[in-house]
């Protein structure tokens, strides 16, 4: 069966800081993939990047980065230079495979506040 | 515009009723979800559809039952609402790989959501 364990219910960053939201998988498939989303006080859930197992390199897309540690079954997300819109939930999730429409296999969130 | 709908954004009804929740993506997606949003905030699935196949099925009551007339579509019907159903269903969709012409990361993008409240 998959895991996903976020430890940090809450964050307070002061704005312009860069902020590191934790997340530790377990599953014992070779194959799988990594998301996180981000569900502000609206309430959409937002997809913001992806990693796959196989890949060997840590995923950007923008102020977005997710340092991925296989060896150690982690898969942080960083965020660069914090702005006051990133203040929202955050759920890191697994899917089985790299590829397919295996379900999503969400942690309990970081809700993150910044602070200006 | 947008990328998968839903209707509608909020539902209050009482216990006992029956209730039914849309979804629509306009994605060309092969596989549609829905999932639970529960009050800490917790996602969980409920279902799968691919194509029109149902194929994943997480323990649902029966009072829940998916309907997709076409793969645009995911619908949610439920049978003699409880207290507990009370949640933040979450309709999403996803490119199916094996259908080629995937994105390269075949993420399910989701739905605002439908926040039902039942009383």
């Known amino acids: 069966a998959q895991k996903i364990t976020q430890t940090q219910p809450g964050m307070f960053v002061q704005e312009k800081e860069a902020v590191t939201l934790d997340c530790t998988y377990d599953?014992?498939?070779?194959?799988?993939?990594l998301f996180w989303y981000k569900q502000p006080s609206s309430g959409e859930m937002i997809f913001l990047i992806y990693?796959?197992?196989?890949?060997?390199q840590n995923a950007t897309e923008g102020r977005y980065s997710l340092n991925f540690q296989k060896a150690r079954k982690s898969a942080n997300l960083v965020i660069s230079a914090s702005q006051l819109g990133d203040s929202a939930m955050y759920f890191c999730?697994?899917?089985?495979?790299?590829?397919?429409?295996?379900?999503?296999?969400f942690g309990t969130g970081t809700r993150l506040t910044i602070i200006p | 515009d947008t990328a998968v709908s839903q209707t509608p954004k909020y539902l209050v009804t009482q216990m006992g009723n029956d209730k039914s929740i849309k979804c629509e993506q306009n994605?060309?997606?092969?596989?549609m979800y829905w999932y639970k949003q529960d009050s800490k905030k917790f996602l969980k699935i409920m279902f799968s559809?691919?194509?029109?196949?149902?194929?994943i099925n997480e323990t649902v009551p029966n009072r829940f039952s998916p309907k997709s007339p076409d793969k645009a579509h995911l619908n949610l019907h439920i049978n003699s609402l409880e207290l507990g159903d009370s949640a933040v269903y979450f309709c999403?969709?996803?490119?199916?790989?094996?259908?080629?012409?995937?994105?390269?990361?075949?993420?399910?993008?989701f739905g605002p959501g439908t926040r039902l409240t039942v009383l």
């Open positions: 990693q796959g197992s196989y890949d060997q």
């Open positions: 599953t014992s498939d070779p194959s799988y993939g």
């Open positions: 999403a969709s996803s490119q199916d790989y094996a259908s080629g012409g995937r994105t390269s990361t075949d993420t399910q993008y």
């Open positions: 994605l060309g997606h092969d596989t």
């Open positions: 999730a697994m899917r089985k495979s790299n590829f397919g429409n295996e379900k999503l296999t």
């Open positions: 559809y691919n194509n029109k196949e149902l194929i």
